[in-house]
């Protein structure tokens, strides 16, 4: 996935607002395969365990049986079809989610190679405080930014301005 480019912007931005927010103590269960940014949170002291690239959809077994204080879905909500059963499973009190926001400029994405790289959801930010709240969790900070590239076009120049990312911290009330 990260053959080309790195989201070093991404990644910085989310290691602070977890380093902000959460101790070094907690055990995170991060949704999703070991991936780059699991490793970047585990060099920089958290403790890390990945779910196994089930499909969560279908099978929230992790999210019951793995002990854990925290739960992280960064940038995966959007691939699944419902992502309020996997909240619901969730037994921790706290959880930090990043989306990709839908952008008028730009339809859902979707890989021709990869059946588990596509985005089912395209979410506005109210869509995913909606789904945070149902799930009794408050919104205790988040943050909305954008994710420029170095290509030319009317898109890229519209991402330079467009908020692209949205980051929420939030506790079970």
């Known amino acids: 996935m990260y053959e080309k480019t790195f989201p070093n912007k991404r990644f910085k931005i989310t ?9 070094k103590s907690e055990t995170i269960l991060d949704l999703g395969v070991e991936n780059p940014f699991s490793k970047i949170m585990i060099q920089n002291g958290f403790t890390v365990k990945n779910t196994s690239g089930e499909d969560l959809d279908i099978d929230q077994s992790a999210l019951q049986n793995e002990n854990y204080t925290t739960v992280t879905a960064f940038e995966i909500f959007e691939h699944l079809l419902n992502p309020f059963t996997v909240l619901q499973n969730v037994k921790s009190d706290k959880i930090f989610i990043s989306i990709p926001l839908r952008l008028w400029f730009s339809s859902a994405y979707r890989s021709k190679t990869d059946m588990w790289d596509r985005h089912y959801h395209e979410f506005e930010d109210w869509q995913l405080d909606w789904l945070i709240e149902k799930n009794g969790f408050t919104i205790v ?7 420029p590239t170095k290509k030319i076009g009317i898109r890229p120049l519209l991402r330079y301005f467009t908020n692209r990312y949205y980051l929420v911290y939030a506790v079970r009330k």
């Open 15 to 23: 290691l602070e607002f977890l380093e902000k927010h959460l101790s």
């Open 141 to 147: 900070d988040r943050v909305k930014f954008t994710h």
